[in-house]
């Protein structure tokens, strides 16, 4: 970074680092579940960012930089103090998300409209329930993929773990939050379970 | 490609980080099967149900407010902020721990130690190593080399497993930023943070005494001789 005097250095700081300001927050709040927590830990992310900002290399990505501080400030100032969440059984989350999707496909050759059927009137609150149950590196990749698009090598670096730990977290943790949405349209009865409903045409 | 392969590779068909070969044998199962078809329009409709309902939050109003004044009115960080960038602070930093390692009794031991705990503290031999260019099979010699300032150092044990190093004490920070610090055989003890890798260094050992001075740098050991399988 440019060796300017240090309010040269605050000025480029905020303008690299200070758009990501949402991304960080949310991140924090999936981390923390509390909004005032996560405020805490986004600032004290900022000012870390900014002691060590000479090991920015400009250009490349900084929100998987932002992140990586962010990620060690919250193992740093609040996950040792935290309760760890009910654990998800990932085992038996793969098999019956497996076992749903058959099921449907079993039942009906082609689950009707799915787009509209996953999304009609299943509440928001749904979602982030099954997200407050996933570990808190599930629920950071799984942010960093699907909210944030990170490919899975920046979610890797962001993380320091490795690329097939990035797939087999999202992966798992995808399957347990879509299940969520499977099993609250069948209980909605969006997806029958009566077998009259068949079409026929098992896969 | 059969169906049970295709299924196993539909998320990574999505995230499009498939090789290309294995997205064109996707691509020619689908051509051919009806059925995995509708199963990864329905897995599509899935994940664009699931990004919707993980809607994203906005920052609080006030938030940016107040991190642009702390930025500006904390002296202790803009002050620590020109330590780092005078560049002696962190050739002060590694000569105060090498002379504090040197006043050690331990440091003399050159025991090789396996990982292991007592009383709640983790101990064990570990190299020091660039993270990503170890997980992507480089050298320690390239290793040390590598001037990509994104990548942060980490200890490798003999297994083949990495700690990451949390930035907590400050002390042994250098050991996670420090270039020349990679190719160098610790025996450190610490404490790893609530079930993850990352390890709070408590003391670290050189085990290597002809390699303590910084005028040694970047000579280095090659990996045969490092303990690093």
Same mark, same amino acid.
């Given at each position: +970074?440019?060796?300017?005097?240090?309010?040269?250095?605050?000025?480029?700081?905020?303008?690299?680092?200070?758009?990501?300001?949402?991304?960080?927050?949310?991140?924090?709040? !999936?981390?923390?579940?509390?909004?005032?927590? %996560? @405020?805490?830990?986004?600032?004290? &992310?900022?000012?870390? %960012?900014?002691?060590?900002?000479? !090991?920015?290399?400009?250009?490349?990505?900084?929100?998987?930089?932002?992140?990586?501080?962010?990620?060690?400030?919250?193992?740093?100032?609040?996950?040792?103090?935290? *309760?760890?969440?009910?654990?998800?059984?990932?085992?038996?989350?793969?098999?019956?998300?497996?076992?749903?999707?058959?099921?449907?496909?079993?039942?009906?050759?082609?689950?009707?409209?799915?787009?509209?059927?996953?999304?009609? $009137?299943?509440?928001?609150?749904?979602?982030?329930?099954?997200?407050?149950?996933?570990?808190?590196?599930?629920?950071?990749?799984?942010?960093?993929?699907?909210?944030?698009?990170?490919?899975?090598?920046?979610?890797?670096?962001?993380?320091?773990?490795?690329?097939?730990?990035?797939?087999?977290?999202?992966?798992?943790?995808?399957?347990?939050?879509?299940?969520?949405?499977?099993?609250?349209?069948?209980?909605? =009865?969006?997806? !029958?379970?009566?077998?009259?409903?068949?079409?026929?045409? *098992?896969? | +490609?059969?169906?049970?392969?295709?299924?196993?590779?539909?998320?990574?068909?999505? %995230?499009?980080?498939?090789?290309?070969?294995?997205?064109?044998?996707?691509?020619?199962?689908?051509?051919?099967?009806?059925?995995?078809?509708?199963?990864?329009?329905?897995?599509? %409709?899935?994940?664009?149900?699931?990004?919707?309902?993980?809607?994203?939050?906005?920052?609080?109003?006030?938030?940016? /407010?107040?991190?642009? #004044?702390?930025?500006?009115?904390?002296?202790?960080?803009? $002050?620590?902020?020109?330590?780092?960038?005078?560049?002696?602070?962190?050739?002060?930093?590694? #000569?105060?721990?090498?002379?504090?390692?040197?006043?050690?009794?331990?440091?003399?031991?050159?025991?090789?130690?396996?990982?292991?705990?007592?009383?709640?503290? &983790?101990?064990?031999?570990? /190299?020091?190593?660039?993270?990503?260019?170890?997980? *992507?099979?480089?050298?320690?010699?390239?290793?040390?080399?590598?001037?990509?300032?994104?990548?942060?150092?980490?200890?490798?044990?003999?297994? $083949?497993?990495?700690?990451?190093?949390? &930035?907590?004490?400050?002390?042994?920070?250098?050991?996670?930023?420090?270039?020349? @610090?990679? =190719?160098?055989?610790?025996?450190?003890?610490?404490?790893?943070? =609530? =079930?993850?890798?990352?390890?709070?260094?408590?003391?670290?050992?050189?085990?290597?005494?002809?390699?303590?001075?910084?005028?040694?740098?970047?000579?280095?050991?090659?990996?045969?001789?490092?303990?690093?399988?």
């Amino acid at each position: +970074m440019s060796q300017g005097p240090p309010h040269d250095r605050t000025a480029e700081f905020e303008t690299v680092a200070l758009p990501q300001l949402d991304s960080l927050f949310n991140l924090a709040l !999936s981390l923390t579940r509390n909004r005032k927590d %996560a @405020e805490d830990l986004v600032q004290e &992310t900022y000012l870390r %960012a900014f002691r060590f900002f000479d !090991s920015y290399e400009p250009g490349t990505h900084i929100k998987a930089w932002l992140f990586r501080i962010l990620r060690n400030t919250f193992i740093n100032r609040y996950r040792a103090e935290r *309760a760890r969440p009910e654990e998800v059984d990932f085992d038996k989350i793969e098999g019956s998300y497996e076992a749903l999707i058959e099921e449907q496909f079993r039942r009906n050759r082609r689950p009707p409209d799915p787009e509209r059927a996953l999304l009609a $009137g299943v509440p928001d609150e749904q979602i982030q329930r099954a997200m407050a149950a996933l570990p808190e590196e599930y629920r950071a990749v799984v942010i960093m993929a699907l909210l944030e698009e990170l490919s899975y090598k920046e979610i890797a670096g962001a993380l320091s773990i490795p690329i097939g730990t990035v797939m087999s977290r999202l992966h798992r943790g995808r399957k347990h939050l879509q299940r969520e949405l499977l099993d609250y349209a069948r209980r909605r =009865g969006i997806f !029958s379970d009566d077998p009259d409903v068949s079409t026929g045409g *098992a896969t | +490609m059969n169906c049970k392969a295709f299924h196993d590779r539909i998320f990574l068909l999505q %995230a499009g980080e498939l090789p290309e070969a294995e997205r064109l044998d996707c691509q020619s199962h689908l051509d051919a099967c009806e059925a995995c078809l509708d199963r990864l329009r329905f897995e599509d %409709a899935a994940l664009g149900a699931l990004k919707a309902k993980l809607a994203r939050a906005s920052a609080p109003p006030g938030l940016e /407010t107040r991190i642009r #004044a702390a930025l500006r009115t904390d002296p202790a960080r803009s $002050g620590r902020v020109r330590w780092y960038r005078a560049g002696w602070f962190a050739a002060a930093a590694v #000569a105060a721990v090498l002379v504090l390692l040197l006043l050690r009794p331990s440091f003399r031991s050159a025991e090789l130690l396996t990982p292991g705990t007592a009383g709640g503290a &983790t101990s064990g031999t570990v /190299t020091v190593v660039d993270l990503d260019c170890d997980r *992507a099979g480089r050298s320690l010699e390239q290793q040390r080399r590598c001037t990509q300032r994104l990548h942060l150092n980490a200890l490798k044990l003999a297994d $083949g497993t990495y700690w990451t190093i949390d &930035t907590d004490p400050a002390e042994f920070r250098y050991l996670m930023l420090d270039p020349r @610090e990679r =190719g160098q055989t610790l025996r450190v003890v610490g404490r790893l943070l =609530g =079930g993850t890798n990352v390890i709070r260094l408590e003391s670290v050992d050189r085990l290597d005494a002809r390699r303590l001075s910084p005028a040694r740098y970047p000579r280095v050991l090659p990996a045969a001789a490092s303990g690093v399988p």
